[in-house]
């Protein structure tokens, strides 16, 4: 399984946008990337899952350089809600499916 | 789509005792589940997969015989902690990947999507 690497924590104010980096040099041909936000005592969320390129959706964007050893996610305008923590995961039928979750990156939004 | 649910939400009980925590997709047909543990302040720990009929597969280090997992049907996976000490508190979430009956969710197999969690508490 791919290992992924991401900052610690992320300080921003309402209205910014947070890109948040995700290292995943040993990421497999077939492996995908997938963002899930997660808030305190509640199960992960989908954000957005991408291959290749970028891919946007209504909450994210996700940016993914050729050689997919990283990706961005980019939040635009956050506000206080969107404080979480942020996970990024890579995976694929490879690996049975099974998304092994790092450390994630505590966002903090201040008003 | 794509939604998943959790009974009970939260649960205490005593020491010695077995406690079954449901996981259920309401909308998909879930092929394969996943449950996960997490600690305080800790990221999620995968602990094993399921897959519909078939026996449960078991991360490294966790005991098969004290977290049995029973995926009966396509939409119910069920984790029962069994013998339950203080130790084992914890959040457990379920996720499940599979198909909606016209095709695969997300854009690949392995999007998962995660169950609310339920939050277990030994004395």
């Known amino acids: 399984l791919a290992k992924t690497t991401q900052p610690i924590s992320m300080d921003s104010y309402e209205g910014q946008e947070v890109n948040i980096t995700c290292s995943h040099n040993?990421?497999?041909?077939?492996?995908?990337i997938t963002w899930y936000q997660q808030f305190p005592s509640q199960g992960p969320r989908f954000i957005i899952q991408g291959y290749k390129t970028k891919v946007t959706n209504e909450v994210a964007s996700l940016f993914i350089p050729a050689d997919r050893k990283s990706s961005t996610l980019s939040l635009p305008r956050v506000s206080l809600s969107d404080t979480a923590v942020y996970y990024c995961?890579?995976?694929?039928?490879?690996?049975?499916?099974?998304?092994?979750f790092g450390g994630g990156t505590r966002v903090l939004v201040k008003p | 789509g794509a939604v998943v649910s959790q009974h009970p939400s939260w649960v205490i009980c005593k020491s010695g005792t077995s406690v079954k925590i449901e996981c259920r997709s309401l909308?998909?047909?879930?092929?394969?589940m996943f449950w996960y543990r997490q600690f305080p302040k800790q990221s999620l720990m995968l602990m094993a997969t399921s897959n519909e009929g078939s026996k449960a597969t078991y991360e490294q280090g966790v005991e098969k015989d004290k977290f049995l997992i029973n995926h009966a049907s396509l939409t119910l996976s069920t984790l029962t902690v069994t013998s339950a000490h203080p130790e084992d508190s914890s959040f457990y979430i379920c996720?499940?990947?599979?198909?909606?009956?016209?095709?695969?969710?997300?854009?690949?197999?392995?999007?998962?999507?995660f169950g609310p969690g339920t939050r277990l508490t030994v004395l």
């Open positions: 040993n990421i497999a041909t077939n492996d995908y």
């Open positions: 996720s499940a990947t599979g198909t909606d009956g016209r095709e695969t969710l997300g854009s690949s197999t392995d999007t998962q999507y």
């Open positions: 995961l890579v995976g694929g039928e490879a690996a049975g499916n099974k998304l092994t």
């Open positions: 909308d998909f047909q879930a092929t394969t």
